[in-house]
Every structure is written in structure tokens, then in C-alpha cells.
């Protein structure tokens, strides 16, 4: 069974420092795939950030990357140089080939502090 | 069309009411999700469909919840027979399908059961 565990309820981080959002995973099966979504107050569910367990190299998007320890089953998600408007409900989730839906952690909400 | 999208964005009923969500996906996408995410909550699975069969109904919670997608399109959430603790928001996303590949979401419907 999968399962998707964020130890982080809440954390806060000054603007323009970096933040690592933690996430811990469990399967069974050697194909999947990680993602971080970002829900603002608004309710919206925003794809930030994706990485395949077969990815060689951490993924990056802009100020988003990813720090994938497969052996540890860590997909920790770093935010450099933090903004404001990154203050928001941060999500990881796990999908794999058994189970073609994402399995969600419980979410750690970040607050950038000026 | 550019993104998911779902309606009504919000409903108020009375308890013993049914209700109706509807859910329209990015064009072209074949896989098609529903969850479910209480106030202060993460997101709870309830049903994925991959085209118009749905491989995967172990989220609903309760015989009084359904689904159905016609035309590899639309879907419909029924819920017969609200009660209080079905007030939630309820998301739909939908993706190309594949593990690697990400779900859109769309900005939900609250549901408020009085």
C-alpha cells in the first residue's frame, strides 16, 4: 500500500532565505512518480514540481527543486529565495502503476515572513 | 477547453437532499479523479476513471456516494441523502493518464449540508 507522510504541520520561513519541506514515502512498487502541489488560501491546487523514480538527476523548476534520496524514500522539496506569495499549503503525492491515483500527505503550511 | 472545471462552485442543501457536482476535464485527458478535501484537511481519494470505467472506487465512502463519466468527458458526482459530514470540497482533476503525468485540478465545489 502507499502512503505519503509530512512530519512539518507548519513552518515558517524570513523572505529571500530558503525552506525544505519534508516528505517520506512508502512502496512497493520500483515505478512511480512524485509530486508537490501549492494550495494558496484560495483553494486552488497548483503542480509545482514532479519527479520519477527513475530520474537520474533532482528535479528543478525555477525556484523549486527537489531533494530525492530513493534508498531513504525522501522527496523533500526546497523553495530558495522565499517570497511572500509563497505563504500557502504545501501537499506531496505519491502515484504509482498499481494504483493510477495520487496518494496525498497531510500537507505542511508555509509562512514567508517580510 | 484550457482548464478543469466543475459546477456549481458552490451548493448550500438541506440534509436528505441529493446533490449533483459536475466535473468537465481538459480536453484529450483520459483519466479523471475526484476527491474530497475537509475544511483544514488534506485531500481524500474517492474514485478515479480511466476513459468511462472506473478501475478504482475504493475512496467513496459510502453507498450513498456515485460517479459516472460519459463520452470519456464529463462527470457527475452524485450524493443522495446528504448529511453534515458530507460538507466538504469536492475536486476534480484529470490528467494524460500516465503515472509520470500530472493532475490538473479544478477550483472545486463547496458543499455545505445544514
Known amino acids: 500500500a502507499q502512503k505519503i507522510t509530512q512530519t512539518q504541520p507548519g513552518m515558517f520561513v524570513q523572505e529571500k532565505e530558503a525552506v525544505t519541506l519534508d516528505c517520506t514515502y512508502d512502496?512497493?512498487?520500483?515505478?512511480?512518480?512524485l509530486f508537490w502541489y501549492k494550495q494558496p488560501s484560495s483553494g486552488e491546487m497548483i503542480f509545482l514540481i514532479y519527479?520519477?523514480?527513475?530520474?537520474?538527476q533532482n528535479a528543478t523548476e525555477g525556484r523549486y527543486s527537489l531533494n530525492f534520496q530513493k534508498a531513504r524514500k525522501s522527496a523533500n522539496l526546497v523553495i530558495s529565495a522565499s517570497q511572500l506569495g509563497d505563504s500557502a499549503m504545501y501537499f506531496c503525492?505519491?502515484?504509482?502503476?498499481?494504483?493510477?491515483?495520487?496518494?496525498f500527505g497531510s500537507g505542511t503550511r508555509l509562512q514567508v515572513q517580510p | 477547453g484550457a482548464g478543469v472545471s466543475q459546477s456549481p462552485s458552490n451548493k448550500v442543501t438541506e440534509k436528505g437532499k441529493d446533490v449533483e457536482l459536475r466535473c468537465d476535464p481538459i480536453s484529450g485527458h483520459t483519466a479523471l479523479y475526484w476527491y474530497r478535501q475537509r475544511l483544514g484537511q488534506g485531500l481524500e481519494f474517492l474514485i478515479y476513471?480511466?476513459?468511462?470505467?472506473?478501475?478504482?472506487k475504493s475512496g467513496l465512502p459510502s453507498d450513498r456516494f456515485s460517479a459516472e463519466r460519459t463520452g470519456e468527458s464529463v462527470s457527475t458526482l452524485t450524493i443522495q441523502r446528504t448529511q453534515q459530514e458530507d460538507s466538504a470540497v469536492y475536486l476534480c482533476a484529470s490528467s494524460r493518464g500516465d503515472y509520470n503525468s500530472p493532475l490538473h485540478f479544478g477550483n472545486g465545489t463547496r458543499l455545505t449540508v445544514t
Open positions: 512502496t512497493s512498487d520500483p515505478s512511480y512518480g
Open positions: 503525492a505519491l502515484m504509482d502503476t498499481g494504483r493510477r491515483a495520487l496518494t
Open positions: 476513471f480511466q476513459g468511462n470505467s472506473a478501475p478504482d
Open positions: 519527479q520519477g523514480s527513475y530520474d537520474q
